[in-house]
């Protein structure tokens, strides 16, 4: 068995996503890449489906998700009330990633803003 | 009409690659993820089925490939003797993508191995 330092994102895609107390929250249903430097800038989260929402995408910076072997699936620091509250767009609406809209996710979650 | 600085991995998977010359090389099986930072750090190309070879996959520097709206395809400035010649591997036998690996794969194409 080996730590692997990378993945590949067809095994990123479809990939479970829960909070911290165990709640599954969606799947990854896409990543988001920067052109030029070649960095993931989302991964687009399927939210929804259930309180009469639709399955709407909602963009988590990559650095919010944390692999766990034992649930197979991505854990993120996030209540239902919070990712709820955050910005998300209809499946067939994908907003142009601007910096200006991922600045704005990113602030959203209070991650860093790489280059 | 927006210069789009973003792409959706879904939408890079199954691009077509062709060379300078206007040979198509074959088309981006996945993208392979450096988990940590959330660099790509390669494109796997599906190269061959052809002249014998198998359809084996060669995996590229992100920064080698350059979008052609023209061709709607990656244009990478590689014949295919250089290709062939290049680090492969089959499908089915996708090899533990390390730093050691990585770097060679970089400086068989005199590419930039950055953090």
Known sequence: MSLKT??????????????????KLGAID?????????????AALEFGGFLGMGSDRFPLPWSMLTYDTEKDGYVVNLDMEQLRSGPHYA???RPDYSDEYGRG???HYGA????
């Not at 896409?30 to 989302?42: A, W």
């Open 30 to 42: 896409d990543l988001v890449i920067d052109k030029r430097t070649g960095h993931v800038r989302y």
């Open 112 to 115: 860093h803003w790489g280059v």
């Open 105 to 107: 996710v990113y602030d």
């Open 91 to 93: 499946k067939e609406d």
């Open 6 to 23: 990378t993945i590949s994102s067809s095994r990123v895609e479809g990939t479970d996503v829960y909070n911290l107390a165990g709640e």
